[in-house]
């Protein structure tokens, strides 16, 4: 049987159904577009396709579920059937879609913001508050709001975020790593938003009702006085969500009124907080394991945001196929997170996934036992607090990230760049960087940035 051309069949199934079914029809077409054949190569410049140029969000409109350019080999939708809401794929989850090592795969991600309990789950109703137009709210996320079942949803337990996947990448078996380049992120809309909930961030109130070490009561955000948690409607909580308009390549924030309004802008810098492979080998998908807050070393919910176009994310596979999921699409991130969630809005984002095997030279050494990156400037050896996830509860300590990602950090140094223990050391003390990745996730992390400048 001839294979479909799954750009070709993205389209067509886009005019002649309309966007709505359309979202059920591309998952099928991704999932059955993949064929058997060789491994590629994990070596630069072994890809099966070369990428577009990624367009700057400044030249696109609203991207409906497969609407517009689909430049990967394969297309995946967010589907309420092809997503879990709160949760990442375990080792045992059924793939949506499969695809050959060193191909590529465009994934319509949708951001949890404007679609959680505590916001109405109404993304229509909760846009429109904002001056949206319904036609400008994506026809996948109001799906998923109103139609998501395949786990229960509790609003307090669950985490926030759409996961799309998990993909099959052919080849790919535990002791592998799958290497991961990120082709395009393309803001699907105009807008995103930035959250901040009672009990979570760099300044919540703890569970015990006193304030985190290092501040007073009066400085816990949000403010204690509107804490409503008690209340068992996520609507009276009192949590704080902050729309966040698109001008250009910019985010605009504005505060104030009257004489005193003002207006804030930083650039935008598109990039996936989740990408992952199945690491859980939970049965139950519901299991602390699976939640999709923390990040494990699958990666997940890891929140680097130096990981945007051109950059590469290494990770080590434990399960046949690796099963890759992305999620939480953010338009912009400081280093730190601090409030909870970054600026985050819905993307389009194109991965290349390549299988490395063991003794190819062709992944970092850490990689085969750690996540890590890179990008055309920095090598980023990672840190995490507590790896495992959720399990037997939570280290979030920073002290612990910050000492694994120099562990890390030196292990690439001596192993791939042939450097002995003390100079790298010495080294990193000198002249890298290590600033904190995100401090909201549970799991707190630390990443490096060791520029490839310094080495001849």
Request: charged share 20%; hydrophobic share 40%; glycine share 12%.
């Amino acid at each position: 049987m001839p294979q479909i051309d799954p750009r070709e069949a993205a389209t067509v199934l886009a005019r002649g159904l309309g966007r709505r079914d359309f979202l059920r029809a591309a998952a099928a077409v991704g999932a059955g577009g993949a064929v058997a054949g060789a491994l590629a190569a994990c070596a630069p410049g072994s890809s099966a396709s070369t990428p577009r140029p990624t367009t700057t969000p400044a030249q696109r409109g609203i991207l409906q579920p497969g609407a517009g350019d689909v430049t990967g080999d394969h297309y995946l939708g967010s589907t309420p059937d092809d997503v879990l809401w709160g949760y990442v794929p375990t080792v045992h989850s059924s793939p949506v879609a499969r695809m050959r090592s060193g191909q590529t795969i465009t994934i319509d991600a949708v951001s949890h913001e404007g679609i959680l309990e505590d916001q109405g789950r109404d993304p229509v109703s909760y846009f429109a508050q904002h001056g949206i137009a319904s036609s400008d709210v994506l026809e996948d996320a109001i799906s998923i709001a109103a139609e998501y079942d395949r786990t229960p949803r509790d609003f307090v337990t669950d985490g926030p975020h759409v996961v799309t996947g998990p993909v099959h990448v052919d080849g790919a078996e535990p002791g592998d790593v799958l290497k991961i380049e990120t082709l395009e992120a393309i803001p699907r809309v105009p807008y995103g938003v930035v959250s901040s909930r009672h009990g979570k961030g760099a300044l919540a109130l703890t569970a015990d009702g006193t304030p985190p070490a290092g501040i007073t009561l009066d400085e816990v955000m949000p403010p204690v006085a509107t804490d409503g948690r008690e209340s068992d409607d996520p609507e009276s909580f009192g949590n704080i969500s902050t729309f966040t308009a698109v001008d250009g390549d910019d985010g605009v924030m504005t505060f104030g009124s009257g004489d005193s309004a003002g207006t804030v802008r930083f650039p935008l810098r598109p990039f996936m907080g989740m990408m992952g492979v199945a690491f859980s080998q939970d049965t139950d998908p519901t299991a602390p394991s699976a939640n999709s807050i923390p990040p494990t070393l699958g990666g997940g919910n890891i929140d680097i945001r130096q990981l945007g176009v051109g950059s590469t994310f290494y990770l080590p596979v434990a399960a046949d196929g690796a099963l890759f999921y992305v999620g939480d699409p953010h338009m912009a991130m400081g280093d730190g997170e601090v409030a909870l969630t970054a600026m985050e809005g819905s993307l389009r984002g194109t991965f290349r996934l390549t299988v490395c095997k063991p003794g190819s030279g062709d992944a970092p050494s850490v990689a085969y036992g750690y996540p890590f990156a890179e990008t055309d400037d920095a090598w980023i050896p990672i840190g995490l607090s507590d790896p495992d996830g959720a399990v037997d509860g939570q280290v979030s300590d920073l002290d612990v990230a910050m000492r694994r990602a120099v562990v890390n950090a030196l292990d690439f140094l001596e192993h791939d760049r042939g450097m002995d223990r003390a100079t790298a050391y010495a080294y990193l003390s000198a002249a890298a960087d290590f600033t904190v990745t995100q401090v909201v996730d549970r799991t707190v992390g630390v990443h490096g940035l060791i520029s490839k400048s310094h080495f001849g």
